[in-house]
């Protein structure tokens, strides 16, 4: 995956769609190769799963992760720290926003409208085809109607993320991207990735949009190789 | 829907229910099984069935109460502290023989404490709950796909039983994403319900539902009747799975997500040559007491693994009769234990030739 010039990247998509692990994949990778980067945990609808809890992986890359502190961070309480204008606020920092699923969790991204609309980002749509509400181009379709309505701003492009967890197989990943680059084509809107485990990115060969090869970096306790 | 979807544990059992006939849903929210009444406030619709958030957990296994009198496939769920509201309710449904779905996607306890996974409502779920002599029928899944074809058998079970059954998950099974297909529809042909009150033909008696017994002896003879009906439970609906049990000299019991982290430590300990073993219940009432105590004649020890201080220690002791030690290792209150910690505990039990 190519950083963006973009400063601020943000990804936003239904439940479920792997927008934590694209962010934190993007973050990671841009970590590499940018001085100054942080990762904001806007999601304020999950309570399992989320960028928070692999800080200490994070922070030993350099990376600056902004979420709720202490115990805030494990309570289900829709926390939105001040500092997340803060740091869309410095030109020096590239800043990746992780924001919760659905239109429910957009929400919250809505808040930070006025500050971005004047900023150079992308606003990315997660799209798993293999998830019950974004199974087709009128799923994809509904889905970022709702999600630009709640968030007040308009997405800059689509990501495919099309995957089974452990049983995806390349016509899993195959079928679901031509139903996203149809989304693309209606929505016009470019299709500008498609997330592949890395165990797979060997095996899929070329394909018509760029690779985002992906290490899974929230997985359940049996099968992480160490407890975070 | 035959196709193959990722899905969270707690959607999943939303689904499951929709295709099992389940046309009646009153819950109010609670971390971490939100995502089920959200899935079925979009999906219950669809299918012009009813959602309702009710205004408490109280008032939901109530509601509960009421439209199973109608013989209506119906389902409530919640976690720990809204389970432990809905336990009187419990005890009437049962005591008035309605079959209702009930879900626990558990977390840390005692009290309000952790929105994290926990196992600590087993002897909530299993010893009674609430008041008086009753059972609940307990299904303990240990992926999203068994949360599917549990909760389809859940449905079949109440019905089958007139009894409330419960699917006891935690909060990891209910966030988790795993694939998952749903079994075919058109199979759901329903048996008739005549004791429903659906009001009343004049080929029939009235049907009345109810739990108030004020005679003695008629509610003596009511707990007989129940009494009856819970040994055919137990004849009949014990569920397990074992998992390289055979020759195992050390044998894990676990359930739910640590069934899973338990099965990698039995990978782990095989590969450093240990003969260890797994021996999951599936169903947590009625225990799978037979099942486990028949390797007793190889295994030389058992270890508990639960997130909880114990509490399935006591099943497992009554199904071995003293004739085997019974060890435990557990977290709580949200601590999730590592594959690594259960090998750990293997190998000091294998140091100490498996005694107490």
Known sequence: MKPFSERVVIFVGAYGSGKTELALNYTLELSKCREKVAIVDLDLVSPYFRSRDIKKRLMARGIEVIAPETEIAVADLPVVTPRIQGALAEPQLQVVIDVGGDPTGATALGRFRDQLISLPHQLLLVINTCRPFTKDVTGIRNMLAAIESSAHLTITGLLANCNLGPETTIEVMMSGLDIVRKAGQECDLPVVGMGVWSELAGQIGTLPVPIWPLDIQLLPPWLSETAT | ?356
Not at chain 2, 188 to 210: C, I, M, S, Y
Not at chain 2, 266 to 294: C, H, M, N, Q, T
Request: hydrophobic share 40%; net charge negative.
């Open chain 2, 1 to 356: 829907m035959s196709e193959k979807l990722l899905m969270k544990g707690n959607e999943a059992l939303g689904e499951a229910a929709v295709q099992a006939g389940c046309r009646l849903y009153f819950a109010y929210p609670i971390t971490p099984q939100s995502e089920l009444p959200e899935y079925l406030s979009k999906r219950m619709p669809e299918v012009g069935a009813v959602f309702l958030q009710a205004e408490s957990e109280v008032a939901a296994i109530n509601m509960v109460y009421g439209a199973a009198g109608t013989g209506a496939r119906v389902m409530t769920s919640s976690s720990s502290p809204g389970i432990s509201l809905k336990q009187e309710g419990l005890s009437y449904i049962a005591a008035a023989e309605l079959p209702c779905v009930v879900v626990n996607m558990s977390r840390g306890g005692p009290g309000l404490g952790s929105i994290q996974p926990a196992q600590g409502d087993y002897f909530q779920a299993t010893k009674g709950g609430g008041h008086g002599d009753y059972h609940l029928l307990v299904l303990a899944p240990a992926s999203v796909q068994e949360i599917v074809d549990l909760t389809t058998l859940a449905f079949d079970l109440a019905d089958k039983y007139r009894n409330p059954v419960m699917i006891m998950g935690d909060g990891l099974l209910g966030q988790m994403m795993e694939p998952v297909t749903f079994p075919s529809e058109g199979s759901r042909e329903l048996q008739p319900k005549p004791w429903a009150t659906t009001g009343k033909t004049k080929d029939r008696e009235k049907n009345v539902v109810h739990s108030l017994e004020l005679l003695p002896e008629r509610l003596e003879a009511h707990n007989i009747k129940l009494q009856r009906k819970y040994a055919q439970m137990e004849q009949a609906e014990k569920r397990w799975e074992e998992y390289l049990a055979d020759d195992a000299e050390i044998v894990l019991v676990a359930y739910g997500t640590v069934a899973r982290i338990c099965r990698s430590a039995v990978d782990a300990a095989r590969e450093k040559g240990i003969k260890a073993g797994l021996f999951r219940p599936i169903s947590l009432w009625p225990y799978p007491s037979e099942a486990l105590a028949k390797l007793t004649p190889i295994a030389k020890c058992f270890l508990c693994v639960e997130m909880n201080t114990g509490q399935m220690v006591e099943d497992v002791r009554l199904a071995l009769e003293g004739r085997r030690p019974v060890h435990f290792y557990g977290r709580t209150g949200g601590m999730v234990p590592a594959p690594e910690e259960v090998l750990a505990q293997i190998e000091k039990l294998v140091a100490g030739r498996c005694e107490a």
